[in-house]
């Protein structure tokens, strides 16, 4: 492993401050409405919401100081056109992670309507229709393995999963059979 640094791109910096700015000062804005107050007989310094506003406001304070710092460096020192394009390449970077996020939520909420067997095989299946592996073996791998963690989770661990909307349509043998095996 070599010890050569590479140099940090200011414009994704300026771009990264700027976000984590942004929810630092959504999360103090929003803590009114997630905090209550306690009894009123004890210190504000024992209410629920006092340390969190400590914490957001310290990082508020901390994160703007940044983002004010990097904007500075910026505008001082224009960033050169490779700067940007690799700062742009950078961010767009971002929102794979973001999409396959968005991906698992979604497996989440299909768990509650269509099984954990159904949804795991679907969800596994979209998966590798996605990054590109089309190919039947890999159809075939992933049918084995939502199996294969169906039997190690359900059916090995015995972990409890709520019962899928979609069983409520089953016979009634059908349907205990299904909520305990899938």
Sequence with gaps: MSNVATPTNRVESFALNGVFAAISFALLAALPFATRSGPDKSGWWTQPWTMPLIALTVLCIGNAVTLFLAGRDLMANRPTGDEVAAARAAIFGWFRPIEFFAYFLGYIWLLGRAGYFLSTALFIQFLLFRVGLRQR??????????????????????????????????????????????
């Design 137 to 182: 073996k890999w159809i075939v791998a992933g049918l084995a393995a939502a199996l294969a963690l169906t039997a190690i989770f359900r059916w090995g661990l015995g972990i409890w999963v709520p019962t899928a909307d979609l069983y409520g349509l089953f016979p009634d043998a059908m349907r205990k059979f299904a909520s305990k095996w899938f």
